[in-house]
């Protein structure tokens, strides 16, 4: 199996640059309808949400201008729908685009509101429909002169979504890395009395009591119809990779966010290593036209895809720790040798420092793309491909607790051996990025470290993974020890556990969705249960398995499967899933 699986690898290596320039499949639109517009089923961009149930309305509709999103939440109020707002790219993981489960629901979508992009010279401000796409809005920015500073690194976003579920990039500086943060006025579309004709438009500026409500809101406030952004004069920035020992990481990532304006760390724990980004900005006039390509938004050969997730599935169900070393070491050494996707002269790595316009330099996502027909290739993880399928957990530390989290890893990785980790660094590591205390309700009250990590997800709902418990104590680790926020468009229910006692200010969130949707039209029981971070009191058989809650008999691992409900090794209050040759709960 080794053996095969280098040979393909290597075939991957040949074949990745040739695929890249050339068009992909694109995503598969994340509706999909029985009729025109009727008996509608909206999926994530994995195709499966955290609990494999479906989300589904009688009803979605598709206006064009914000006079006609008025109109139709008007509609829905009028004739007392749920409502739920849906984009084209559909990247939120928890389902809080998910109406109730009921007749009376609709989903408005924002794919084809999209056209209007503003940009006011005088006051280096640009207002955009809450549907345009990100990308179009950085490239319409960039031709104008100027430069949107903060942005995802995935650029498969809208406007309004990216905003409102507090997405970000990574910088200390200036105002931040949350793109929220750089927000300075939105209109947003509200229930409204049969004398407002159902439905209104606010527009909030800073100084409104609102607006620090709105501005990252999860969907639950209204509809996000127009987004103003503070922007700069054009700059370009230069990168370079550090691939190094991880040994001083837990002291360093401080000093490294303070002198790198959008410095992040990659940490890949199996190896050992950490990789330093040295990301600043330098003078339009410096040399340099390069992109940042970053792999693992590149499409990718489909047979490649499936390969790797097949290969990936075979050494957990073998229980290969071998195996699945051998790939985190290959890809993170031919992450180093192509720079992880950055491009000097858009085509190809050729050396360090790597410097490019920002706008090709803050955010990628080629393998959204085609030009043409092209079923060759596409997102590895697109889900009519079986490709690649995993979790992703996203946590907020404040940065004053953050290097102890490191430590306590550090910790369980030294005690139960590194090879343990491979199957993270199979994906991407621990990706470290910084984002500056925020005046959101539901933003970080404090300078913050935002930790990301992937890892494999079974086919199957009552398969067990292969270590899975060490990934369930540092997820427990992260957000009950070390109180984590949750990112609020990733990571499995069992982040959101008591998420309302993390947010000083979460009652006047409340309040202002008791203002503005005084019938709860835009809650569901499945966003209160992220909101409220609510668990379901009767705990099925293997609701562990797949973060749907915390194991406390082991019936709610996999006990036929070997799989029991044990304490956590290095935060031993945690309740994971472990394989055992006996129970001892």
Known sequence: MTNLL????????????????????????????????????????????????????????????????RQELANANKNNLKVKIVTKFSHTIPKLACPSNSKNSLFISTEKYDSTIDINMERLTVTTDGGVGLRKLIDTIEKAGLSLVASTYWEGVTVAGVISTGAHGSSWWGKGGAIHDHVIGLNLIVPANENEGYAKIIKLTPQDPLFNAAKVSPGLLGIISKVTFQLEPAFKRSITLNFTNDSGIEDEFMEHARKNEFGDIQWYPSRQIAVYRYDNRVPL??????????????????????????????????????????????????????????????LIFTGYPVVGHQGKMQSSGSCLYSSSIDITSTCAWDPRINGLFFYE???????????NFIRDVKKLRDLVKPETMCGVDIYNGFLFRFIKASDAYLGQGEDSVVVDFNYYRASDALTPRFNQDIWEEIEQMAFLKYGAKPHWAKNRNVAFVDVQKKYPKFNKFVAAMVQLDPKNMFSSEWSDEILFGKQEDFKGDGCALEGMCICSEDRHCSPSKGYFCKAGLVYQQAHVCRFSSISTS
């Open 6 to 69: 280098w040979l393909c690898l290597i075939l991957w290596i040949s074949t990745a640059t040739l695929f890249t320039t050339s068009s992909a499949m694109p995503p598969p639109n994340p509706i999909k309808c029985n009729d025109i517009n009727s008996n509608c089923q909206l999926s994530n961009s994995y195709g499966v949400w955290g609990d494999r149930q479906t989300c589904h309305a009688p009803n979605i509709v598709y206006p064009t201008t914000e006079e006609q999103l």
């Open 393 to 403: 957990s996203t946590a907020i530390f404040p940065s004053s607790k953050f290097g």
């Open 285 to 346: 006039n410096t040399p340099g036209d390069a992109l940042n390509d970053f792999l693992g938004f590149q499409s990718n050969p489909i047979l490649v895809s499936k390969f790797v997730r097949a290969a990936d599935k075979g050494f957990e169900n073998t229980r290969n720790v071998g195996g699945k070393c051998t790939m985190a070491s290959f890809f993170v050494a031919y992450k180093k040798l192509i720079a992880n996707g950055l491009k000097n002269n858009k």
